[in-house]
């Protein structure tokens, strides 16, 4: 099975415990998740890997088509430019 790089690490702290966690960011969603953890009673969260971005994916976007983050943002970004400017042509 593959698993993506860790990319960042995490610390959970809290009265008389400390969790350590090497985490990495799903590509389709912008999401941390746990890729490995130093708590052998919670077991890391296994995302997946997209073949078509090559990119790494929480276990949510796993199983949804690929579709970037960037590319939701830019979509996002024009329907807001759309809306103003059709805002603005109306007055």
């Known amino acids: 099975m593959l698993t993506p790089k860790k ?3 995490g610390v959970l702290t809290g009265p ?3 969790r350590e966690f090497d985490t990495c960011t799903c590509k389709h969603c912008n ?3 746990i890729v490995r953890s130093s708590d052998p009673n919670n077991p890391a969260v296994r995302g997946g890997f997209c073949g078509k971005c090559y ?4 276990p949510t ?3 949804k ?3 970037h983050f960037m590319i939701k943002l830019e979509e996002m970004e024009a329907r807001d430019r759309f809306n103003l400017n059709f805002k603005e042509a109306k007055r």
């Open 65 to 67: 088509p690929c579709k």
């Open 16 to 18: 008389g415990y400390v």
């Open 61 to 63: 976007c796993q199983k």
């Open 31 to 33: 999401c941390a998740f």
């Open 7 to 9: 990319a960042g690490y």
């Open 55 to 58: 990119a790494p994916t929480c």
